[in-house]
């Protein structure tokens, strides 16, 4: 259960960093551009990209760029800030590892992290993740279910009513046309069979410019399916609800929406202004508003209404608007937009990872398959050190049944031969200390194990060979009492 709460927590802060990316880089792409109907296809084009983000993420069809790996090539890691926060991080995760100072990286055939380096998020924030996508989920199906049984209780219209909605063009399938005494405003409900539901006061004869305004409008978004980008962006909200960017461009696509749909309805109910005032008598139910009372003067920009913004796009757009997107724009945006999904399902913040015990093969030969780096690792004395215990940095790595470990020590001819590589000693078995230490300097150590043999090179020299000899379980690094011992360019193989 646990092991599965942190495979979800890595898919999905992968996926959390694609969407991100992608959002964002979509939201400037809408505030860059000025025309609604481009702006919506941004945004549909957006949602539907993070919907499939998840199951591109998890099935890695595409090789995987680690962000770590390029911060490190790049020099970026090394800088102080993330040098302090990444020591930390390690001393924090590593038991008794005061003054541990380490830069690593790992490579193997597939993406796991390495836990406590890299590590999954904490698993309280996984199941936080899913509680609230459970619970958006939720709401999301209760208020359809809330649509289907306002439409089961909705009327007929009056033969009037009827007969003036046969009469309005739409392109497509015509949807049905209902009366409810529980709505204020006029809406499009449904998805397989959409509904206009309009309020009572709308199915009177003295009313009939009012509905014709109100039918032409719900027309217009029937014709344009917002109705499913509805449901999809409510799916992306539910998945992705902690992402800015998202919130924006919903807010942008729903405005944009309803403007395209007033200004379609407009140009078959009559000049743009008469438009403009009788959407604003209907919202504001006001019956007194008479159409010459349209704005024909700015507006002051205090007023951040959805409906002072659509009234304004009516009556004073300063530049020509565009009722479909140019050819060239809506052919090559999904192309562009697929390439970006493909792009942003590589990013992983991940390092190539290393596989458990159990992951290896029984009876592995050779080392050579996976490799873990270390470029740097300093162990400073500590207070317990100064006393006369030495210290064990033990990193989270399991050593595999065999390996092939090289790794450089900078110690002197009393400090080498108390050091420990993986519970060995830089000593041959039956020799004394100071006939067996070289000087100060650095020292190459190779420890290798296959097939139960273990050998051990200092600088070259063969140490001993032993079929019996005991390691750690895992990559452990042993500094004498009261000595910094400094590691550089450890590399294992398995």
Same mark, same amino acid.
């Given at each position: 259960?646990a092991d ?7 898919l ?7 969407a991100t990316a992608?959002l964002?880089?979509?939201a400037?792409a809408m ?5 609604p109907? @481009?702006?919506i296809c941004?945004a549909?084009a957006a949602?539907?990209?993070?919907l499939i983000?998840? /199951?591109?993420?998890?099935?890695a069809?595409?090789p995987r760029i680690s ?6 090539q !790049? =020099?970026?890691s090394?800088h102080?800030?993330?040098a302090y926060?990444?020591r930390?991080?390690?001393d924090?995760e590593t038991?008794?590892s005061?003054g541990?100072?380490?830069d690593v ?5 597939g993406?796991r992290?390495l @836990?406590g380096?890299? =590590?999954?998020p904490?698993?309280w924030?996984v199941?936080t993740?899913?509680? =609230?996508?459970a ?8 208020g ?6 306002l439409?089961s209780?909705?009327e ?20 049905r ?6 709505i204020?405003?006029p809406a ?10 309009v309020?009572? *006061?709308?199915?009177?004869?003295e009313?009939t410019e009012q509905?014709?305004l !109100?039918?032409?409008?719900?027309l217009a978004?029937?014709?344009s399916?917002d109705a499913?980008?509805g449901?999809?962006?409510?799916l992306a909200q539910?998945f992705?609800?902690f992402?800015?960017?998202l919130?924006w461009i919903?807010?942008q696509?729903?405005l944009?929406? *309803?403007?395209m749909? #007033?200004r ?9 202004q ?13 019956? *007194?508003l008479?159409?010459a009372?349209?704005p024909?003067q700015?507006?002051?920009?205090a007023s951040?209404s ?5 009234v304004?796009?009516l009556v004073q757009?300063?530049?020509?608007l565009e009722?479909?997107?140019p050819r060239?724009?809506?052919c090559s945006?999904p192309g ?5 999904t493909?792009?942003g ?6 390092v190539?990872?290393?596989p458990?015990p159990s992951?290896l093969?029984?009876?592995?030969s050779?080392?050579g ?5 270390m ?5 400073? /004395? ?6 006369g215990q030495?210290?064990?940095y ?7 049944p065999?390996?092939d470990?090289?790794v450089d020590?900078?110690a #002197?001819?009393?400090s080498?031969?108390?050091t420990k590589v993986?519970?060995i000693?830089?000593?041959?078995p039956?020799s004394?200390s ?6 100060m300097g650095?020292?190459r150590?190779?420890?290798r194990?296959v097939?139960?043999?273990t050998t051990?090179?200092?600088?070259e ?12 379980p !895992?990559?452990t690094?042993?500094?004498?009492? =009261?000595y910094?011992v400094?590691?550089?360019n450890?590399?294992?193989?398995w």
């Amino acid at each position: 259960m646990a092991d599965g709460i942190d495979r979800l927590g890595e898919l999905l802060l992968d996926a959390s960093l694609s969407a991100t990316a992608l959002l964002s880089l979509v939201a400037l792409a809408m505030i860059g551009c000025r025309q609604p109907v @481009r702006r919506i296809c941004l945004a549909r084009a957006a949602i539907l990209s993070v919907l499939i983000l998840i /199951p591109l993420v998890a099935l890695a069809p595409f090789p995987r760029i680690s962000l770590n790996r390029v911060a490190r090539q !790049s =020099g970026l890691s090394s800088h102080p800030f993330f040098a302090y926060h990444a020591r930390h991080h390690l001393d924090a995760e590593t038991p008794g590892s005061g003054g541990l100072q380490a830069d690593v990286e790992s490579s193997s055939g597939g993406p796991r992290p390495l @836990r406590g380096l890299v =590590g999954p998020p904490p698993r309280w924030l996984v199941i936080t993740y899913l509680a =609230g996508t459970a619970s958006a989920l939720s709401l999301l199906l209760l208020g359809y279910w809330g649509l289907n049984w306002l439409t089961s209780r909705s009327e007929e219209v009056s033969p009037l009513s009827a007969e003036l909605y046969a009469s309005l063009p739409i392109r497509g399938r015509r949807p049905r046309f209902r009366v409810s005494a529980r709505i204020r405003h006029p809406a499009l409900v449904g998805l397989f069979r959409q509904t206009i539901l309009v309020p009572i *006061e709308l199915d009177l004869p003295e009313s009939t410019e009012q509905l014709r305004l !109100s039918l032409l409008h719900e027309l217009a978004h029937a014709e344009s399916r917002d109705a499913w980008f509805g449901l999809a962006s409510g799916l992306a909200q539910a998945f992705w609800y902690f992402i800015p960017p998202l919130w924006w461009i919903r807010a942008q696509m729903r405005l944009d929406q *309803e403007f395209m749909a #007033d200004r379609r309805a407009a140009r078959a109910f009559g000049p743009f202004q008469v438009y403009a005032a009788s959407l604003v008598k209907i919202a504001s139910g006001d019956p *007194e508003l008479k159409p010459a009372a349209a704005p024909r003067q700015p507006i002051p920009q205090a007023s951040t209404s959805a409906l002072f913004q659509r009234v304004l796009m009516l009556v004073q757009c300063p530049y020509a608007l565009e009722s479909h997107p140019p050819r060239w724009w809506a052919c090559s945006l999904p192309g562009l937009v697929l390439l970006g999904t493909m792009a942003g399902s590589c990013l992983t913040l991940r390092v190539s990872g290393l596989p458990s015990p159990s992951a290896l093969p029984p009876s592995a030969s050779a080392p050579g398959s996976h490799t873990f780096r270390m470029s740097r690792l300093v162990a400073n /004395p500590t207070t317990a050190a100064l006393e006369g215990q030495p210290l064990v940095y033990e990193l989270p790595l399991p050593l595999p049944p065999s390996f092939d470990l090289r790794v450089d020590v900078w110690a #002197d001819a009393d400090s080498l031969p108390l050091t420990k590589v993986v519970g060995i000693r830089l000593l041959a078995p039956g020799s004394r200390s100071e006939t067996a230490a070289p000087p100060m300097g650095w020292h190459r150590v190779r420890i290798r194990r296959v097939a139960a043999e273990t050998t051990v090179h200092l600088d070259e020299i063969l140490l001993f060979t032993s079929a019996n000899c005991e390691t750690t379980p !895992s990559l452990t690094l042993e500094s004498p009492a =009261g000595y910094p011992v400094h590691f550089r360019n450890l590399r294992l193989t398995w």
